[in-house]
Nanobody, 127 residues
Framework: VQLQAYGGGLAQAGDSLRLSCAASDRAFSLYMVGWFRQVPGKERELVAAIGWSAVSTYYADSVKSRFTISRDNAKNTAYLQMSNLKPEDTAVYFC?????????????????????WGQGTQVTVSS
């Protein structure tokens, strides 16, 4: 499965953006999806994740109540709706699939648990 993340851009504090993660294969529907972000000099951080059947979700404390992850398996696409953006949300955002099919509970936060990855989309939030 190949992933393509898009939808990033420039925003002002308080704005909203929606990121999309489009997959090349219907097998996408069988895997948990994670959205990560990375800033220079820091490790990739899991921002949000959604189980393969969308029953379970995870949000990092820093984005709870502001970001919403969802998926549309019919479109082989996952989304990250980001609201009330803050300058500290500035990062390159990546989507990735968990390595194991049918993962729903116990969402792992380590980036090593996920493969493949999309190419990343830059989000820049100005104050």
């Amino acid at each position: 499965v190949q992933l393509q993340a898009y939808g990033g851009g420039l925003a002002q504090a308080g704005d909203s953006l929606r990121l999309s993660c489009a997959a090349s294969d219907r097998a996408f529907s069988l895997y948990m999806v994670g959205w990560f972000r990375q800033v220079p000099g820091k490790e990739r951080e899991l921002v949000a994740a959604i189980g393969w059947s969308a029953v379970s979700t995870y949000y990092a404390d820093s984005v709870k109540s502001r970001f919403t992850i969802s998926r549309d398996n019919a479109k082989n696409t996952a989304y990250l709706q980001m609201s009330n953006l803050k300058p500290e949300d500035t990062a390159v955002y990546f989507c990735a699939l968990h390595r194991i099919k049918y993962r729903e509970i116990g969402i792992p936060v380590a980036s090593a648990e996920y493969d493949p990855w999309g190419q990343g989309t830059q989000v820049t939030v100005s104050s």
